[in-house]
């Protein structure tokens, strides 16, 4: 039986997280994205359905990992054609794929689907709001790819490092803001479950073996304005936020977005058989991850 794992998306935030997690694991992993990076083992454009079949055909992978998305808003607003067609038909194709090649199919969603209720936490049937393009994609995605069988679709709130200079992640953004004391506006009306993606990975790959199958939230156990987010991350990381303003997210421009995004993780943890991490664990992870990354910087810049 095949029994690696081919990720799609490997060059984006999370999916070099999972492609490293599985290559520290000795698991067989094939990164799949359009550009080359070090994650990334085979470039094709997964859009270009006759390459994602030859990709399949040729690495005939036990379980195919979708971490390719458009998840910029404005850009999906722009282009609701181009945010369909990776968002949800990308995993319609998939799901097809799994039915002729017998591979798992996980999806990677979102938790962008809430609005209106604060730092609530919501399960996997409560009611959603389908406020723009990323999620009325995403949640398309979600239920095609629920038309394979055994398909496992995870929602979640991902934090984390993607190395990309001219694409920073929510949380370098704010590292960077904060360590040149630039003034930020910290939303204290934006709720989320905000995990970081490599406990966020570890997760995931702890659970694989189980096979579970179905929607699942996969994220940290409490709901954290943005602004507690990172109040705490600067009090860890011994920067100073006193240039930073409150503010509220129903004031940024452009297309309406969903602002109570907890997710209830008790079948996660059930799953799991233990509790999902708390905020104060995703800052310690991407703490340790900083300093990581800092430190090579360091030790490259002085060889
Ligand atoms: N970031 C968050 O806050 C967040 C929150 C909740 C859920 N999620 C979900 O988590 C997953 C991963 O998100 P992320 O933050 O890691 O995203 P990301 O850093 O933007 O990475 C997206 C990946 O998708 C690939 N991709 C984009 N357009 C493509 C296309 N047309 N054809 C093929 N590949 C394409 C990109 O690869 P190339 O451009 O190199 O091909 C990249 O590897 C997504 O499903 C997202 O919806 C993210």
């Known amino acids: 039986m095949a029994t ?10 999370l999916g070099q997280a999972l492609t490293r997690a599985c290559r520290k ?15 990334v083992d085979l470039t094709i454009d997964s859009l270009d359905d006759a390459a994602l079949t030859q990709a399949i055909e040729q690495t005939r992978p036990g ?20 945010a369909y067609r990776i968002n949800a038909r990308l995993p319609a194709l998939l799901a097809n794929l799994s039915r002729e090649h017998g591979f798992q199919l996980v ?11 604060g730092a609530a936490l919501h399960d996997e049937i409560a009611p959603v709001q389908l406020l723009n393009e990323y999620a ?8 095609f790819a629920l038309t394979a069988p055994g398909a496992w679709v995870l929602r979640t709130n991902l934090v984390g490092f993607r190395a990309e200079p001219a694409q920073p992640t ?21 709720f989320t479950s905000s995990i ?13 073996p189980q096979r579970p199958s179905g929607l699942l939230n996969l994220a940290s156990r409490e709901a954290a304005s943005k602004q507690t987010f990172i109040e705490l991350l600067a009090h860890v990381a011994g920067l100073d936020a006193g240039a930073c303003s409150i503010g509220s997210v129903a004031a940024l421009p452009g297309a309406r977005r969903a602002d109570s995004l907890g997710l209830d993780v008790r079948r996660a943890e059930t799953l799991l058989g233990r509790a999902m991490p708390a905020l104060s664990d995703t800052i310690a992870a991407l703490m340790s991850e900083y300093n990581e990354r800092k430190s090579c910087v360091t030790t490259a810049s002085s060889t």
């Open 4 to 13: 690696g794992v081919l990720i799609l998306g490997a060059s984006g935030m």
């Open 25 to 39: 694991r000795g698991i067989d992993a094939v990164g799949v994205a359009r550009r080359a990076h070090p994650m």
């Open 63 to 82: 379980v195919v990992i979708n971490a390719a998305a458009l998840v910029n808003l404005t850009a999906c607003e722009a282009d609701p054609g181009g």
């Open 107 to 117: 999806q990677i969603s979102t938790d962008h689907f809430y609005a209106g209720d």
């Open 136 to 143: 009325r994609t995403k949640f398309a995605g979600e239920a």
């Open 170 to 190: 929510f949380v370098e953004w704010a590292l960077d803001g904060l360590t040149r004391r630039q003034p930020m506006t910290l939303f204290s009306d934006y």
């Open 196 to 208: 970081a993606v490599r406990l966020f990975a570890d997760l995931l790959l702890d659970a694989l």
